[in-house]
């Protein structure tokens, strides 16, 4: 069973900066593709950042020059620097991997999965 936990969320002033972490566990033969998407109260669900196996990388617009994604493989842990906050930032963060995973029936297989989400709320 893979499962994907968040951390590092929290309530700061505008200007400040929150570093978010997610940690994979399970059998995973592989994480193909890591992101962070974050959600506001009416508002769609949103990419806000993704990291593939190789080191590429996408960024919302809104997001470019203040947040950095990075990926350990070595821990299949992913990490999300989010600097020079505003509150057009607080939403509810949620981290995203498409995994290959280890299926004792099926064999390898990809598999999108998604952590249970983390709030990050920016005061101004």
């Known amino acids: 069973q893979v499962q994907l936990v968040e951390s590092g969320g929290g309530l700061v002033q505008a200007g400040g900066s929150l570093r978010l972490s997610c940690a994979a566990s399970?059998?995973?033969?592989?994480?193909?593709?890591m992101g962070w998407y974050r959600q506001a109260p009416g508002e769609m669900r949103e990419l806000v950042a993704a990291i593939t196996s190789v080191g590429s990388t996408d960024y919302a617009d809104s997001v470019k020059g203040r947040f950095t994604i990075s990926r350990d493989d070595t821990k299949n842990t992913g990490s999300l620097q989010m600097n020079s906050l505003n509150p057009e930032d607080t939403a509810v963060y949620y981290c995203?991997?498409?995994?290959?995973?280890?299926?004792?029936?099926?064999?390898?297989?990809?598999?999108?999965?998604w952590g249970q989400g983390t709030q990050v709320t920016v005061s101004s």
């Open positions: 399970g059998s995973i033969f592989s994480i193909n593709v």
């Open positions: 995203n991997a498409d995994l290959s995973i280890q299926d004792a029936v099926r064999g390898l297989r990809d598999i999108d999965y």
